[in-house]
């Protein structure tokens, strides 16, 4: 047939028409309120699996559907693209968005002609409208189908449902990665915050600083620079302090309370994210209402721009005015500040790229900048763990929103241990989740999705099974179909139609 590709010897190309039925059988589903109900949302796209779905009743169906037969095809006809069609093995309704097929070819070979990619490029050339792409009745009955002999198509058949089976398991396999995966990242944090991942360097090193006595430094140094910048400002008013009075102005970070956190391994200290964070650089909470987006103006991260794997989403990032940005000057960014979301999704975590130094975050976001005495690594995975998570979900409020206070921000405690073990567990723990990050699911889901689509091509080229030239060619075969379905008309003609034939004839 003029443009269509060559078939094998004893296969050829027949109109949809010819060896497919397409059932238009609509009733009022109020007389089949325990049947079955069937729409296109119930059929998984390009796999033929059925989804969960209920009865009739159950869906409050109301307008008029198609009744369909165990052995038939059930054929979405809206977005075709979706490729959505099922084989039923029971009897029940279906969407009057669907076509219920009866065919005279094996019915497991027009499923998987259905699925197949060419089978779908072919329809979406004749699907109508486009904001609710459809295919029709006369479309869809024009369109060709390769047809092989019977016993290939049986060949065919098995063959195919036993290598797509492997897929199947192999792909239902590949489901539970992503959650194991999480599970071992979550695994690996908590061993490392725990002090387990770093048990043998601690067993090596018995002799390094303690954080408590590390801590107590930075709690001085940070009073220090405290007094050294209140006395600078006071000077500048001209104000020259009599006695130490002024001094007790100072507000030293909340003290934590470790009553319900875990045990420590020796030589560890807890501290808040209050006195981790530098004097001159507070947690703070950004931008409350930063208007229309402004074209070239200053960009801000939302909740909504943060991937769950720490990256930024840019495409849908927006920008303030510098007017805005400048009332909120305290949580202006810098490359290498760590962002917290704290509104709606709470914990998901990014840090700040260079391209976005000046930027600003949002009321729903809080700004951490890591000191310099401590990895913004270290701090980033600290906030991934279950440690800190675990007092985010104490600390959290709301209903429909949950969220954080910035008090709240300030007052999570971190596991701070000496110096030198915190570079060795960001070492450790970094080239173990490096591990899990080599793991692709979504491209190794689309190489099964691949290698299905892969398989249906070279069943419908005659590349599958072997052809044996003792079948009866699909010509015999759709000759017989022709006559049988020529056959079945005649029957259905009104009697006295035919007896007026009859007379004619005589």
Same mark, same amino acid.
Request: glycine share 6%; aromatic share 8%; net charge positive.
């Given at each position: 047939?003029?443009?269509?590709?060559?078939?094998?010897?004893?296969?050829?190309?027949?109109?949809?028409?010819?060896?497919?039925?397409?059932?238009?059988?609509?009733?009022?589903?109020?007389?089949?309120?325990?049947?079955?109900?069937?729409?296109?949302?119930?059929?998984?796209?390009?796999?033929?699996?059925?989804?969960?779905?209920?009865?009739?009743?159950?869906?409050?169906?109301?307008?008029?559907?198609?009744?369909?037969?165990?052995?038939?095809? #059930?054929?979405?006809? !809206?977005?075709?693209?979706?490729?959505?069609?099922?084989?039923?093995?029971?009897?029940?309704? %279906?969407?009057?968005?669907?076509?219920?097929?009866?065919?005279?070819?094996?019915?497991?070979?027009?499923?998987?002609?259905?699925?197949?990619?060419?089978?779908?490029?072919?329809?979406?050339?004749?699907?109508?409208?486009?904001?609710?792409?459809?295919?029709?009745?006369?479309?869809?009955?024009? !369109?060709?189908?390769?047809?092989?002999?019977?016993?290939?198509?049986?060949?065919?058949?098995?063959?195919?449902?036993?290598?797509?089976?492997?897929?199947?398991?192999?792909?239902?396999?590949? /489901?539970?990665?992503?959650?194991?995966?999480?599970?071992?990242?979550?695994?690996?944090?908590?061993?490392?915050?725990?002090?387990?991942?770093?048990?043998?360097?601690?067993?090596?090193?018995?002799?390094?600083?303690?954080?408590?006595?590390?801590?107590?430094?930075?709690?001085?140094?940070?009073?220090?620079?405290?007094?050294?910048?209140?006395?600078?400002?006071?000077?500048?008013?001209?104000?020259?302090?009599?006695?130490?009075?002024?001094?007790?102005?100072?507000?030293?970070?909340?003290?934590?309370?470790?009553?319900?956190?875990?045990?420590?391994?020796?030589?560890?200290?807890?501290?808040?994210?209050?006195?981790? %964070?530098?004097?001159?650089?507070?947690?703070?909470?950004?931008?409350?209402?930063?208007?229309?987006?402004?074209?070239?103006?200053?960009?801000?991260?939302?909740?909504?721009?943060?991937?769950?794997?720490?990256?930024? /989403?840019?495409?849908?990032?927006?920008?303030?005015?510098?007017?805005?940005?400048?009332?909120?000057?305290?949580?202006?960014?810098?490359?290498?500040?760590?962002?917290?979301?704290?509104?709606?999704?709470?914990?998901?975590?990014?840090?700040?790229?260079?391209?976005?130094?000046?930027?600003?975050?949002?009321?729903?976001?809080?700004?951490?900048?890591?000191?310099?005495? #401590?990895?913004?690594?270290?701090?980033?995975?600290?906030?991934?763990?279950?440690?800190?998570?675990?007092?985010?979900?104490?600390?959290?409020?709301?209903?429909?929103?949950?969220? #954080?206070?910035?008090?709240?921000?300030?007052? #999570?405690?971190?596991?701070?241990?000496?110096?030198?073990?915190?570079?060795?567990?960001?070492?450790?723990?970094?080239?173990?989740?490096?591990?899990?990050?080599?793991?692709?699911?979504?491209?190794?889901?689309?190489?099964?999705?691949?290698?299905?689509?892969?398989?249906?091509?070279?069943?419908?080229?005659?590349?599958?099974?072997?052809? /044996?030239?003792? /079948?009866?060619?699909?010509?015999?075969?759709?000759?017989?179909?022709?006559?049988?379905?020529?056959?079945?008309?005649?029957?259905?003609?009104?009697?006295?139609?035919?007896?007026?034939?009859?007379?004619?004839?005589?």
């Amino acid at each position: 047939m003029k443009g269509l590709r060559p078939l094998p010897p004893g296969w050829m190309w027949v109109p949809f028409d010819d060896v497919v039925s397409i059932e238009s059988n609509l009733v009022d589903p109020r007389d089949f309120p325990d049947a079955p109900h069937i729409a296109p949302n119930h059929i998984e796209s390009k796999t033929g699996r059925l989804l969960p779905y209920v009865t009739v009743a159950a869906d409050k169906v109301t307008s008029p559907k198609h009744r369909f037969r165990s052995g038939q095809i #059930l054929y979405s006809k !809206i977005r075709p693209y979706l490729a959505k069609a099922v084989l039923a093995d029971f009897e029940g309704l %279906c969407s009057a968005d669907m076509y219920p097929l009866s065919t005279w070819l094996e019915s497991g070979f027009l499923l998987r002609w259905l699925l197949s990619d060419e089978f779908t490029a072919r329809v979406s050339l004749e699907q109508g409208r486009t904001v609710l792409p459809k295919v029709n009745q006369t479309a869809l009955g024009k !369109i060709n189908v390769p047809v092989p002999p019977r016993n290939e198509q049986r060949r065919i058949v098995a063959k195919l449902e036993a290598l797509l089976a492997r897929s199947r398991r192999a792909k239902g396999a590949l /489901d539970v990665v992503p959650s194991l995966l999480e599970q071992f990242r979550q695994s690996v944090l908590a061993a490392a915050f725990r002090g387990d991942l770093t048990r043998d360097w601690r067993e090596k090193n018995p002799d390094v600083e303690p954080a408590s006595k590390f801590l107590e430094r930075i709690r001085t140094e940070r009073r220090h620079r405290w007094e050294e910048a209140e006395l600078k400002r006071m000077q500048a008013k001209g104000k020259v302090p009599k006695d130490e009075q002024w001094k007790t102005k100072y507000e030293a970070p909340a003290q934590i309370d470790d009553s319900g956190l875990q045990a420590l391994p020796s030589g560890w200290a807890w501290a808040s994210i209050e006195e981790v %964070c530098p004097l001159d650089a507070p947690v703070v909470y950004g931008i409350i209402l930063p208007g229309d987006d402004v074209q070239g103006g200053v960009p801000y991260i939302r909740p909504v721009d943060m991937n769950s794997d720490g990256t930024i /989403d840019f495409t849908s990032m927006k920008r303030t005015s510098s007017s805005i940005a400048a009332q909120y000057q305290r949580a202006s960014l810098r490359g290498g500040d760590i962002v917290l979301s704290i509104v709606g999704t709470i914990g998901k975590v990014i840090v700040v790229p260079d391209e976005l130094d000046g930027g600003n975050i949002t009321q729903s976001s809080a700004r951490l900048r890591p000191p310099e005495w #401590l990895s913004g690594e270290y701090l980033r995975l600290a906030l991934l763990s279950s440690t800190l998570r675990s007092q985010y979900d104490k600390f959290r409020f709301g209903n429909a929103v949950q969220r #954080l206070n910035i008090e709240h921000v300030r007052r #999570l405690a971190i596991p701070i241990a000496p110096a030198e073990e915190m570079k060795f567990i960001v070492t450790r723990a970094t080239a173990a989740l490096a591990r899990a990050e080599q793991v692709q699911i979504v491209e190794q889901r689309q190489q099964f999705d691949k290698f299905e689509q892969s398989i249906l091509a070279k069943a419908f080229r005659g590349e599958l099974v072997s052809q /044996d030239p003792t /079948d009866e060619p699909a010509s015999a075969l759709i000759d017989r179909i022709r006559a049988q379905r020529e056959m079945a008309e005649q029957q259905q003609m009104p009697a006295r139609s035919k007896r007026r034939r009859e007379t004619t004839v005589a």
